[in-house]
């Protein structure tokens, strides 16, 4: 259902219907990787994405590796189907374009701080004089109704101010920073979520309305979901934290050759392993039909599920959980998640072929519409290639 097109060459390709999104304009005025993974989604549901972009382009263009500067692998994952522009802000010419596309737009989002969009001109207040149903979306560091209002915010700040850091890093008393840009990342779905039930809400009733989008309190929620714990109470009844995941000594099994994920769950799960592998007075022992008790014991039943994977090999430990419908699976590793065969068998990683950078790998859509399909159209935008086209001759 979700493919590049069959032509897969340079050029842009602009289907009739080419998703649920297709006939929706968004002026994009955000960077780095919150925002463009925002709008990639929208872009991806077949959204006309015009990125507005500085002379000096997106900083992202310049992280990571590159074929040639300007178009790291990173900024053409997260900016693919997208039309780029270039636009000073700060001098009146460019204002006027900007406010020439906030004209013809349905949907505006930044990831600017909010008070130097005003001191652009361009908050939503004056926005909204130039286009009333506009949908004006802020991605924003800390929420402007709170303290921290206007503070600079990052992935690492967010992530060590959230809880989310000191998680990683609870068994060994350091916080750590997981090695992926996670808040930016779930902060950018959060808010092209925000930007869905916007346009919902406009196709319903005509109106648009600002939307706000706080990285610091997505990520709050995010992290502690599951974590509240006792504090989920008033008054408490005990503390923070999820102890099956913080205590219950979950972790990568071991074998003879390497490492599986392996997850009884259910005390049918627990039962047939440990009957299995001729382990069967845990299941007394450790009190294995009492899921409370279970519990209690669970690092105890780990470690002892240890002491079996240990000795057996990946593929012999697969077949078994397999069999028994016990949740398996093998480990890959970034360096090997395209051999994955469940990968390969979806076409997740598609090969493109991109005017300047020549064949590029990037993963295609994955949400699936049976009536609206997703498509990647346009590969991602050198800078300002678009200019003469979205903007006029002479621009």
């Not at 068994?171 to 090695?179: D, R, T």
Request: net charge neutral.
């Amino acid at each position: 259902m979700n493919a590049i097109n069959q032509t897969d060459v340079a050029g842009e390709i602009r289907p009739a219907n080419r998703g649920p999104l297709t006939g929706i304009k968004v002026l994009d005025l955000t960077a780095v990787v919150l925002g463009p993974v925002a709008t990639q989604v929208l872009a991806d549901y077949g959204a006309d994405v015009i990125k507005v972009e500085p002379a000096e382009g997106d900083l992202m263009r310049a992280n990571g590796i590159s074929r040639t500067s300007g178009m790291s692998s990173t900024f053409m994952n997260i900016n693919r189907n997208k039309s780029s522009v270039c636009i000073d802000l700060k001098s009146e010419q460019g204002k006027a374009r900007l406010c020439q596309l906030i004209a013809q737009s349905d949907v505006l989002v930044h990831n600017i701080r909010v008070k130097a969009m005003e001191r652009l001109g361009f908050g939503y207040a004056e926005v909204a004089k130039i286009n009333p149903t506009i949908i004006y979306c802020a991605a924003t560091g800390f929420g402007e109704g709170g303290a921290f209002a206007g503070q600079p915010a990052f992935d690492d700040i967010i992530q060590g101010a959230c809880g989310l850091a000191h998680l990683v890093g609870h068994e060994s008393g350091v916080p750590e920073y997981p090695p992926t840009l996670l808040a930016d990342k779930i902060a950018g779905l959060a808010t092209a979520n925000a930007i869905l039930g916007a346009l919902v809400y406009k196709a319903r009733t005509g109106e648009g309305q600002y939307v706000e989008v706080p990285m610091f309190e997505t990520m709050v929620a995010f992290t502690m979901t599951e974590h509240l714990g006792g504090q989920g109470f008033k008054p408490p009844i005990g503390d923070a934290g999820y102890a099956r995941l913080l205590k219950g000594g979950r972790k990568p099994s071991p074998t003879k050759d390497g490492y599986i994920a392996l997850l009884p769950y259910t005390e049918q799960h627990w039962r047939a392993f440990f009957h299995h592998f001729g382990r069967g007075e845990f299941i007394d022992q450790f009190n294995i039909s009492n899921r409370i008790e279970r519990n209690k014991n669970i690092q105890a039943i780990y470690a002892e599920l240890r002491n079996i994977t240990r000795q057996y090999s990946t593929r012999e430990l697969m077949a078994v959980c397999r069999e028994m419908d016990i949740p398996v699976a093998e480990m890959y590793s970034i360096h090997t998640i395209q051999t994955h065969p469940h990968v390969q068998s979806t076409g997740l990683f598609k090969t493109m072929v991109h005017p300047t950078e020549g064949e590029v790998v990037t993963t295609r859509p994955t949400a699936l519409f049976s009536k609206s399909p997703c498509s990647i159209y346009k590969p991602a935008p050198n800078l300002g290639e678009d200019s003469e086209r979205v903007l006029g001759a002479g621009h």
